[in-house]
């Protein structure tokens, strides 16, 4: 029963998660409150892992929360639900590409979904930047989000980080062109060097 879980709930994420990869993270946050499988802070690390690894964030996330539920078949499992809708609307579509090129209404329809993947994305993240920035954590009941501080209202170690990121990455000129691993690589140092458990 827990695969057939994994596999719906994926299934859910990868047919209404339109605009990459950080769009799903909405979706996952509501998977976790409702299954209880992992907490926030938990999908902040899955987040960190899926981000430092290759491939799609959404199906790296499915992956290791497959991984986490029911194991090697787990991941599977999630993963296929996670790829199977986006299959099956490349096969429509390629069936008939030719009048989806130049019809107006699905140009129209992917100009109204560009606002709401937007708004999802930036959703997700005020979601993180308030977890790792600050300690106010952030809980959906329902339709409403309620706020809670936890420990100190700003995380001091963790704005310490992302400033010097943000530095590095933008106006030191021998820096800012590393590639984006090296700066995960570095910021993963950091951390446990210096136990930013909040981070």
Avoid: Q
């Avoid at 209404?105 to 920035?133: C, H, M, N």
Wanted: aromatic fraction near 12%.
């Amino acid at each position: 029963m827990i695969y057939l879980k994994l596999f719906w709930e994926f299934f859910k994420t990868g047919l209404f998660a339109v605009g990459g990869g950080m769009a799903t993270i909405p979706f996952l946050k509501n998977i976790g409150e409702s299954t209880g499988w992992y907490t926030y802070a938990d999908l902040m690390n899955m987040m960190a892992v899926s981000e430092s690894t290759p491939g799609p964030i959404g199906i790296n996330m499915a992956t290791y929360v497959g991984f986490t539920v029911g194991g090697v078949p787990g991941a599977l499992i999630a993963t296929l639900g996670e790829v199977t809708p986006s299959i099956i609307v490349i096969l429509c579509i390629a069936a008939v590409l030719k009048s989806f090129r130049d019809n107006r209404y699905v140009d129209r329809a992917f100009y109204g979904l560009r606002p709401a993947s937007s708004g999802l994305i930036g959703a997700a993240f005020v979601g993180v930047a308030l977890e790792v920035l600050t300690g106010i954590e952030v809980a959906t009941v329902g339709m409403v989000n309620h706020m809670s501080v936890h420990g100190d209202l700003i995380n001091w170690k963790g704005v310490a980080l992302a400033a010097v990121l943000l530095v590095l990455t933008n106006c030191v000129k021998k820096v800012k062109d590393w590639h984006p691993i090296v700066f995960i690589a570095l910021s993963a140092a950091v951390g446990i060097a210096f136990g930013f458990a909040g981070v």
